[in-house]
Every structure is written in C-alpha cells, then in structure tokens.
C-alpha cells in the first residue's frame, strides 16, 4: 500500500504537535507495509528538497517568492506548491492507493489531488478552529472553521485523538459518528531517554536548592500558561524555593512576560522560548513536576511525553488531557482556567516527592502500554484497508470518470 500524507509541518520545522505526529506515524507505518511519501513545507537550512528518513521519502516544497496578503493567502500558496509537487510526482510515474491529510491546512491541496486522481482520502483532525478559540468571534476564524468541515466532508474517515475530539467533531461539524475513528497519539520513551544535567547546566534554569516545575509548548492562549503565572505565588507561599521554566515560544510570548513583570513574580521564571529535543529531555529528567494547564487540548501529546520521561504530572481536566491522565493514578488534574486548583495539586506533588514518584511510574508503565507508535500504526493502516475496501466496492472513481463530455 502507498500513501501520499500531506502536512503543514514536518521535523526540522516543529510549529506544534503535529509535525511529532505525523513523522512518528509516518516512519511506523513503514514497519506495517505501507510506504509513505509526506509532502510538507521546506524549512529554512533545510539541505535537500527530498530525503528518506527511516524509509519515508519526505518532500519538502519551497514556497513561492510572493510576500502573502495575510495568513490565508499564504496557506493558499503553500497549498497550490504542494498540488504542483505531487503533480510532477505523478507524471513521473508515481502512484498512490490514498491520500492522507492532516488538518486544514492541506485541505485544499488534498481535495485537489483526490479528485484529480480518483483516489480516497482520509483526514487526520488534531484540533477545530471552534475549539481553540471556544467560539468563532471573526471572518477568518469562520472561514478556517469552514474549511475545516469542507475536509471532513471530502474526507472517506475521519481520524482524530480522543473521545472528546470525537463530541467537538459531531457537535460543530454534525458528522454521522460511523465516520470518524478516535486513534490516540502516540510517544516514543526510547526518544526520551537522556543523562541528567549537569549542575553547571542546570545553573543555567534554577539554583541548586530550586525545585523546577516545568511547562513547554506553543505560548497561545489556550495553553493556559497565563493561568501558571495567576498559580504561581499561591506555590511559592507553599514552597518558596521553586522555578517555573517555561520552553516555548508563541504569540502570548509579550503578553505573558508583561504578566509576570505586573505579578512581581519574574525572577522565579525562567522564560527559554525554543528549544530542542535533546535540551527537552533534560529538562523532562530534572523536573520535579511537568504542567500543562490547557484551557484547550484535543490530545497534550507533550503530557504524554512527560509521562514516558517519568515525571510527575498535573494537568487540567479538559479535552484529550482528561483522556491521557488518571488523577491519583498516572498524574493530577486541576480544574480548567483555575489558578487555585492548579496551585494545589503543584503543591501536592512538590510536598509529596514519593507519591509523586509513584504517580510517575504509574504513567511511564501506561505509556508503554497504551501509547505506542506500532499500535497506532496497527490502528491507522486498519483504517487505510477498510477506506480502501469501501472505495472498490463502490462506483465512484469509475462513474466519474465515465460520464460524457459537455
């Protein structure tokens, strides 16, 4: 079987979630006899346009040399980039069984190519416009919602990653339940594995006597990292000896510092913005906690990560997170867009370091379990059969293309 996967972001460029995604999947795809070729967007420094990672030939398009009028122009650019790829792709002779898009910014290119060639697509939904922004309050939002729908509508199965993915789906989209398939995210703890920092690198984050609490992910709003800062002093009035390391960078990057400066909480955060997988790891290792207080969370495939590093977790009660964590068991969860709550399960878990090393391993064995990139590969090639079991049995690549010119 060969499928052409479609993607926004693809490792060296990492914007979220997704890029982790759809490369782990990719790549254990290949060990259940499914070729993948991903089409996704160049990354600057990037040497080659085309590489093979692990088996999965990665095609990287360049972006045309127009400066976009704005966001969607741009996303429209990219799109008719990745048409024009798989277009020259085709005509030197390649061929795909299915195609496989992930989220609304490859709808367009995706649709294209589906009914150019007649072949079945399938649509991974990571997160809804509607849901990251608990509403849709502009024009660009309403049309990102849109295009949203009009994939899963192009769409033969839809795939997403929790049960609540599932609900927000059928609530905004009205689409029958027959048609979506929940496959959670996956981690891979070999990935995770690091030695320790040093305690001159550690210097760097906290002092010696500091326990760290670490959070990391994009700085948008529905991360909730505003939420970490209101939760702060209520933790150092506790244990006043703690760092909040925040690695990410985003648009609320002002907003957030500004935060901190009005708080008078700024020297016990330590703001890093970008940094790398190696440099994650380590950090995973020398936490004391991990936190993410989402307000918004199809899946927190970083909580998962957390948890296959063995660190501690809290998490809000909300979307996929509400999923991953059992509170008591493999982690703590906080009520949603509350300070207090969170404040107290972070104090739980710095007050309390064998029972948090307890709810530790208890996720690090549910991991290895539950959230292993060859299940998902198992699941997701299961879907592939039955979309293409359909797709033969049905008349529509042949009736299409049967009926008579105008």
């Not at 069984?97 to 995706?110: Q, S, T, V």
């Not at 790891?281 to 906690?289: D, E, G, P, R």
């Not at 957390?306 to 979307?319: I, K, L, Q, R």
């Amino acid at each position: 079987m060969r499928v052409l996967m479609f993607s926004w972001e693809y490792p060296p460029r990492v914007i979220g979630g997704l890029a982790r995604h759809v490369a782990e999947l990719s790549m254990a795809l290949q060990a259940e006899n499914t070729q993948v070729d991903v089409i996704t967007i160049d990354e600057e420094g990037t040497a080659a346009e085309a590489e093979i990672i692990h088996g999965v030939r990665v095609w990287r398009i360049r972006p045309y040399h127009l400066v976009p009028r704005d966001f969607i122009s741009g996303i429209l650019q990219y799109n008719l980039a990745m048409l024009e790829k798989t277009l020259a792709l085709v005509r030197q002779g390649e061929d795909y069984d299915l195609i496989h898009a992930h989220d609304w910014l490859a709808a367009y290119a995706a649709r294209a190519v589906k009914h150019a060639l007649k072949k079945p697509l399938v649509a991974t939904i990571h997160a809804t416009e509607y849901g990251r922004n608990r509403g849709l309050h502009t024009e660009e939002q309403r049309y990102i919602s849109d295009v949203e729908w009009w994939l899963t509508y192009e769409a033969w199965q839809v795939i997403c990653c929790s049960h609540y993915m599932r609900a927000e789906l059928q609530r905004i989209f009205h689409l029958p339940e027959d048609k979506i398939a929940v496959i959670p995210n996956g981690v891979d703890p070999q990935q995770l594995l690091t030695a320790p920092l040093t305690a001159a690198e550690r210097a760097q984050y906290a002092a010696a006597d500091e326990k760290i609490v670490f959070f990391i992910g994009r700085l948008v709003q529905e991360k909730g990292v505003h939420i970490l800062l209101e939760a702060v002093p209520h933790v150092l009035a506790a244990i006043p000896k703690t760092k909040f390391v925040i690695a990410g960078r985003g648009p609320a990057w002002d907003a957030l510092h500004r935060q901190a400066r009005k708080m008078g909480i700024e020297q016990h955060l330590y703001f890093t913005g970008y940094i790398d997988d190696a440099t994650r790891n380590k950090l995973y290792k020398a936490a004391a906690a991990a936190v993410f207080p989402s307000l918004y969370e199809p899946f927190g495939i970083v909580a998962l990560e957390a948890m296959a590093a063995s660190v501690p977790v809290v998490v809000s009660a909300t979307g996929g997170l509400a999923d991953i964590v059992d509170h008591g068991v493999t982690g703590l969860k906080c009520y949603p867009d509350n300070a207090l709550s969170l404040a107290e399960q972070l104090i739980t878990i710095l007050q309390k370091p064998r029972f948090a090393q307890q709810l530790a391993e208890q996720a690090r064995q549910k991991v290895h379990k539950e959230f292993a990139w060859q299940e998902i590969a198992k699941q997701t090639r299961s879907i592939y059969l039955k979309v293409l079991t359909d797709y033969q049995q049905s008349d529509w690549q042949t009736a299409a293309c049967t009926q008579p010119a105008k």
